[in-house]
């Protein structure tokens, strides 16, 4: 079991930044493959970025590609997403997610089967 807490969100504008931490607890966090996903009102969840356990393979939606960065601290049970140039259609409800004993692609969407409760981002014009 895994439980995810995330914070950072707010409202920022239009090129400005913001970095999303999500705290982790459990024993498996370590093993488990971490992404950050998205839903806009009216649009499908969407995954924005991933990370594999140990933190060497990464992916990113074309979406956010160049502009997002995630990143993970094992020893402190928590995963980041830096974002940067931020843009009106970032703006969403952010959700960390993790696939606990992660072997295949981090972008595997059907793996991520634990939920933090979001934290809202919204980005003015």
């Known amino acids: 079991q895994v439980q995810l807490v995330e914070s950072g969100g707010g409202l920022v504008q239009a090129g400005e930044s913001l970095r999303l931490s999500c705290a982790a607890s459990?024993?498996?966090?370590?093993?488990?493959?971490m992404g950050w996903f998205r839903q806009a009102p009216g649009k499908e969840r969407e995954l924005a970025a991933a990370i594999s356990w140990g933190g060497g393979t990464t992916y990113y939606a074309d979406s956010v590609k160049g502009r997002f960065t995630i990143s993970r601290d094992n020893a402190k049970n928590t995963v980041y997403l830096q974002m940067n140039s931020l843009l009106p259609e970032d703006t969403a409800v952010y959700y960390c997610?993790?696939?606990?004993?992660?072997?295949?692609?981090?972008?595997?969407?059907?793996?991520?089967?634990?939920w933090g409760q979001g934290t809202q981002v919204t980005v003015s014009s």
């Open positions: 997610a993790a696939a606990p004993n992660c072997r295949g692609t981090v972008s595997y969407t059907g793996a991520y089967i634990y």
């Open positions: 459990g024993r498996t966090f370590s093993s488990s493959c």
